[in-house]
């Protein structure tokens, strides 16, 4: 198992259900995808800030569900 599973296998409920819910939102092509993204996004934030994601987390979860990138990476 990567260490990216065991990330995912471990995110907080709420990031879980937001995930969930955006990449559904993508398969039925919903006209909330927008609401959707922002939820995902928020919520990684909220997990980092409340220290229960790495930065290294939060990176790696933004770039596979949002396709954000930060300049450094």
Do not use: H
Not at 19 to 27: D, E, L, N, R, S
Not at 31 to 40: A, K, P, R, T
Request: proline residues 1%; glycine residues 6%; charged residues 30%.
């Amino acid at each position: 198992m990567t260490k990216e599973e065991i990330w995912e296998m471990t995110l907080p409920r709420y990031l879980r259900n937001d995930i969930k819910a955006y990449v559904q939102g993508i398969k039925e092509n919903s006209s909330l995808l927008d609401c959707l993204w922002g939820e995902v996004y928020g919520s990684i934030n909220s997990a980092l800030y409340s220290y229960e994601i790495s930065d290294e987390q939060a990176r790696f979860l933004r770039n596979k569900y949002l396709g954000i990138v930060l300049e450094d990476e």
